[in-house]
T-cell receptor, first 116, second 112 residues
């Protein structure tokens, strides 16, 4: 069974510090990786996606992918209280077209708390 | 507003009833999905559907059936509701050549 693993937390980080969220996946052939943010009672919201090994930066967010280690991470710089949410790692399983007709496999999420 | 919308937002019903949840997207996307998020916040794919293909997660009971009147709508019909069906159901959509999924606001289903 294809799985995505995350530490459920809560992960508590002081305001202004770097929050580091980690995710591992079991399907070695997976090609695309996503980070969603979900506030309590709200729907998941896409933050970033990454396809290639290495880092991808977007504002205060950096996604890191290491396919050899089957590891994805999300760094949030200058953490703000508004970043407090559950962060979901998601993977598009291998063997699928990648053309969007396939559902994502989600981890159970990491609950992040930014302390003022 | 361009978005994925769902109705109703809340649905409370008795065991054994049949209910439907409606989803509409005006993003012009080709593919729509239903996800279930349980009480532990675990989000799982139930169905994906475009105008050519329905892909069903094999763990979904056949009491659940998606119905798509057109490309912009994907409704979820549930027969003989059970207590374990209580969850938040999210509709999502994406463009067929893009992998980013956009989620609707969710429908919280409570089966009593």
């Amino acid at each position: 069974q294809k799985e995505v693993e995350q530490n459920s937390g809560p992960l508590s980080v002081p305001e202004g510090a770097i929050a580091s969220l980690n995710c591992t996946y079991s399907d070695r052939g997976s090609q695309s990786f996503f980070w969603y943010r979900q506030y309590s009672g709200k729907s998941p919201e896409l933050i970033m996606f990454i396809y290639s090994n290495g880092d991808k930066e977007d504002g205060r967010f950096t996604a890191q992918l290491n396919k050899a280690s089957q590891y994805v991470s999300l760094l949030i710089r200058d953490s703000q209280p508004s970043d407090s949410a559950t962060y979901l790692c998601a993977v598009n399983p291998a063997g699928h077209s990648g053309g969007g007709a396939d559902g994502l496999t989600f981890g159970k999420g990491t609950h992040l708390i930014i302390q003022p | 507003d361009t978005a994925v919308s769902q109705t109703p937002k809340y649905l409370v019903t008795q065991m054994g009833n049949d209910k439907s949840i409606k989803c509409e997207q005006n993003l012009g996307h080709d593919t729509m999905y239903w996800y279930k998020q349980d009480s532990k916040k675990f989000l799982k794919i139930m169905f994906s559907y475009n105008n050519k293909e329905l892909i069903i997660n094999e763990t979904v009971p056949n009491r659940f059936s998606p119905k798509s009147p057109d490309k912009a709508h994907l409704n979820l019909h549930i027969n003989s509701l059970e207590l374990g069906d209580s969850a938040v159901y999210f509709c999502a959509s994406s463009q067929v050549d893009r992998e980013e999924k956009f989620f609707g606001p969710g429908t919280r289903l409570t089966v009593l």
